[in-house]
Protein backbone atom coordinates (compact mmCIF):
# COMPACT_ATOMS: atom_id res chain seq x y z
CA UNK A 1 0.00 0.00 0.00
CA UNK A 2 1.48 3.38 -0.57
CA UNK A 3 2.48 5.67 2.17
CA UNK A 4 2.41 8.97 2.70
CA UNK A 5 3.87 10.65 5.60
CA UNK A 6 1.56 13.32 7.67
CA UNK A 7 3.29 16.06 8.59
CA UNK A 8 2.09 15.45 12.63
CA UNK A 9 2.99 14.24 15.37
CA UNK A 10 -0.54 15.10 17.17
CA UNK A 11 -2.39 12.10 18.23
CA UNK A 12 -5.75 13.62 17.64
CA UNK A 13 -5.29 14.55 14.08
CA UNK A 14 -3.40 11.40 13.56
CA UNK A 15 -6.12 9.41 14.78
CA UNK A 16 -8.87 11.50 12.81
CA UNK A 17 -6.71 11.07 9.41
CA UNK A 18 -5.52 7.82 9.49
CA UNK A 19 -9.72 6.85 10.36
CA UNK A 20 -10.76 8.47 7.09
CA UNK A 21 -8.10 7.12 4.87
CA UNK A 22 -7.72 3.39 6.21
CA UNK A 23 -7.63 1.18 3.12
CA UNK A 24 -6.63 3.97 0.82
CA UNK A 25 -3.31 5.05 1.83
CA UNK A 26 -0.77 4.32 5.09
CA UNK A 27 -0.68 6.88 6.96
CA UNK A 28 3.31 7.67 8.58
CA UNK A 29 3.31 10.26 11.91
CA UNK A 30 6.82 12.42 12.08
CA UNK A 31 8.05 9.88 14.67
CA UNK A 32 7.10 7.01 12.58
CA UNK A 33 8.83 8.25 9.48
CA UNK A 34 11.89 9.21 11.54
CA UNK A 35 11.66 12.90 11.61
CA UNK A 36 12.63 15.10 14.55
CA UNK A 37 12.72 18.65 15.15
CA UNK A 38 10.58 21.85 14.76
CA UNK A 39 8.56 22.46 11.73
CA UNK A 40 8.34 26.63 11.00
CA UNK A 41 4.70 27.32 10.41
CA UNK A 42 5.82 31.21 9.89
CA UNK A 43 3.39 32.10 7.12
CA UNK A 44 0.23 34.61 7.54
CA UNK A 45 -2.07 31.83 5.50
CA UNK A 46 -3.23 28.78 6.01
CA UNK A 47 -2.47 27.31 3.33
CA UNK A 48 1.01 29.33 3.27
CA UNK A 49 1.30 26.70 6.85
CA UNK A 50 0.20 24.05 5.05
CA UNK A 51 2.46 24.05 2.40
CA UNK A 52 5.28 24.99 4.59
CA UNK A 53 5.01 22.28 6.48
CA UNK A 54 4.84 19.94 3.47
CA UNK A 55 7.93 21.10 2.18
CA UNK A 56 9.48 20.82 5.38
CA UNK A 57 8.73 16.87 5.36
CA UNK A 58 9.87 16.68 1.32
CA UNK A 59 13.27 18.24 2.07
CA UNK A 60 13.83 15.77 4.21
CA UNK A 61 12.92 12.85 2.53
CA UNK A 62 11.87 13.39 -1.25
CA UNK A 63 8.34 10.97 0.22
CA UNK A 64 5.05 12.05 -0.62
CA UNK A 65 3.77 13.59 2.11
CA UNK A 66 0.98 15.99 3.23
CA UNK A 67 0.58 18.74 5.72
CA UNK A 68 -2.80 20.73 7.06
CA UNK A 69 -3.54 24.41 8.95
CA UNK A 70 -6.32 25.19 10.83
CA UNK A 71 -8.15 28.00 11.81
CA UNK A 72 -11.05 28.87 13.86
CA UNK A 73 -12.20 32.36 12.39
CA UNK A 74 -14.62 34.38 14.47
CA UNK A 75 -16.46 37.05 12.88
CA UNK A 76 -16.34 39.47 16.22
CA UNK A 77 -12.57 39.24 16.36
CA UNK A 78 -12.52 40.41 12.94
CA UNK A 79 -11.28 37.14 11.95
CA UNK A 80 -8.94 36.03 14.87
CA UNK A 81 -7.47 33.83 16.10
CA UNK A 82 -7.27 32.36 12.34
CA UNK A 83 -4.00 31.48 11.44
CA UNK A 84 -2.82 31.48 14.99
CA UNK A 85 -5.60 29.73 16.11
CA UNK A 86 -3.03 26.58 17.61
CA UNK A 87 -1.12 29.41 19.67
CA UNK A 88 -4.05 31.89 20.44
CA UNK A 89 -3.07 32.35 24.09
CA UNK A 90 0.76 32.30 23.45
CA UNK A 91 3.43 29.96 22.51
CA UNK A 92 3.43 26.84 24.40
CA UNK A 93 -0.29 27.60 25.65
CA UNK A 94 -2.98 24.82 26.48
CA UNK A 95 -6.20 24.33 24.72
CA UNK A 96 -7.53 25.33 27.80
CA UNK A 97 -5.98 28.76 27.56
CA UNK A 98 -6.83 29.22 23.68
CA UNK A 99 -10.93 28.89 24.98
CA UNK A 100 -10.15 30.89 28.30
CA UNK A 101 -9.10 34.10 25.89
CA UNK A 102 -11.35 33.61 22.88
CA UNK A 103 -14.24 33.40 25.51
CA UNK A 104 -13.21 36.42 27.50
CA UNK A 105 -12.73 38.27 24.13
CA UNK A 106 -16.48 37.17 23.38
CA UNK A 107 -17.92 38.00 26.92
CA UNK A 108 -21.06 39.76 26.46
CA UNK A 109 -20.94 40.00 22.45
CA UNK A 110 -24.39 38.85 20.63
CA UNK A 111 -22.45 37.56 17.80
CA UNK A 112 -20.80 34.31 18.06
CA UNK A 113 -20.73 33.20 14.49
CA UNK A 114 -17.43 31.60 13.17
CA UNK A 115 -16.04 29.02 11.25
CA UNK A 116 -13.44 26.64 11.28
CA UNK A 117 -11.15 26.16 8.19
CA UNK A 118 -8.69 23.86 7.07
CA UNK A 119 -6.11 23.65 4.25
CA UNK A 120 -4.19 20.29 3.09
CA UNK A 121 -1.25 20.79 1.01
CA UNK A 122 -0.27 17.21 -0.79
CA UNK A 123 3.15 17.40 -1.96
CA UNK A 124 3.68 14.36 -4.74
CA UNK A 125 7.08 14.42 -6.65
CA UNK A 126 7.96 18.16 -5.08
CA UNK A 127 4.61 19.51 -6.71
CA UNK A 128 2.11 20.74 -4.04
CA UNK A 129 -1.72 20.48 -4.10
CA UNK A 130 -4.76 21.86 -1.82
CA UNK A 131 -7.53 21.06 -0.65
CA UNK A 132 -10.14 22.74 1.67
CA UNK A 133 -12.95 22.09 4.02
CA UNK A 134 -14.99 24.70 6.04
CA UNK A 135 -17.59 24.27 8.59
CA UNK A 136 -19.64 27.05 9.83
CA UNK A 137 -21.39 27.34 13.02
CA UNK A 138 -20.97 28.85 16.81
CA UNK A 139 -18.88 29.95 19.68
CA UNK A 140 -20.68 28.72 22.78
CA UNK A 141 -20.84 30.49 25.98
CA UNK A 142 -18.83 27.16 27.66
CA UNK A 143 -17.34 24.56 27.03
CA UNK A 144 -19.64 21.03 26.51
CA UNK A 145 -18.42 17.99 26.20
CA UNK A 146 -15.48 16.00 26.61
CA UNK A 147 -14.42 14.52 23.13
CA UNK A 148 -12.61 16.25 20.55
CA UNK A 149 -9.44 18.32 21.09
CA UNK A 150 -8.17 22.16 20.54
CA UNK A 151 -11.80 24.41 20.38
CA UNK A 152 -14.37 21.93 20.16
CA UNK A 153 -15.95 22.10 23.45
CA UNK A 154 -16.85 25.81 22.40
CA UNK A 155 -17.83 25.06 18.61
CA UNK A 156 -21.32 24.20 17.78
CA UNK A 157 -21.44 23.61 14.16
CA UNK A 158 -24.68 24.87 11.81
CA UNK A 159 -28.07 22.71 12.25
CA UNK A 160 -26.48 21.17 15.20
CA UNK A 161 -27.42 21.42 18.86
CA UNK A 162 -24.41 19.79 20.43
CA UNK A 163 -20.77 20.92 20.24
CA UNK A 164 -18.08 19.45 18.22
CA UNK A 165 -16.85 17.59 21.54
CA UNK A 166 -19.97 15.57 22.11
CA UNK A 167 -20.92 14.39 19.13
CA UNK A 168 -18.92 11.03 18.37
CA UNK A 169 -15.65 10.66 16.04
CA UNK A 170 -17.84 9.35 13.01
CA UNK A 171 -20.33 12.50 12.97
CA UNK A 172 -17.36 14.79 13.56
CA UNK A 173 -15.23 13.55 11.21
CA UNK A 174 -18.26 13.31 8.22
CA UNK A 175 -19.51 17.40 8.54
CA UNK A 176 -15.79 18.98 10.11
CA UNK A 177 -13.68 21.07 8.52
CA UNK A 178 -10.90 18.45 8.24
CA UNK A 179 -13.35 16.19 7.06
CA UNK A 180 -13.90 17.88 4.28
CA UNK A 181 -10.70 18.45 3.37
CA UNK A 182 -9.57 15.32 4.24
CA UNK A 183 -12.66 13.64 1.68
CA UNK A 184 -11.18 16.02 -1.22
CA UNK A 185 -7.85 14.22 -0.30
CA UNK A 186 -9.28 10.98 -0.25
CA UNK A 187 -11.22 11.76 -3.69
CA UNK A 188 -8.11 12.51 -5.26
CA UNK A 189 -6.54 9.78 -3.90
CA UNK A 190 -8.79 7.19 -5.29
CA UNK A 191 -8.49 8.57 -8.61
CA UNK A 192 -4.90 7.93 -8.76
Given amino acids: MRKLIFATNNKHKLGEVREMLDGIVEVQSLDEAGLHGEIPETADTLQG ?74 IESGAPRYFEGKVEGDILTERYGEGGFGYDPVFMPKRFAVSFAEMPTEVKNMISHRGMAVKELVKYLKEQ
Fill in 49 to 122: NALQKAQWVWERTHCDCFADDTGLEVDALGGAPGVYSARYAGEHCSFDDNINKLLTALDGNANRQARFRTVVCL
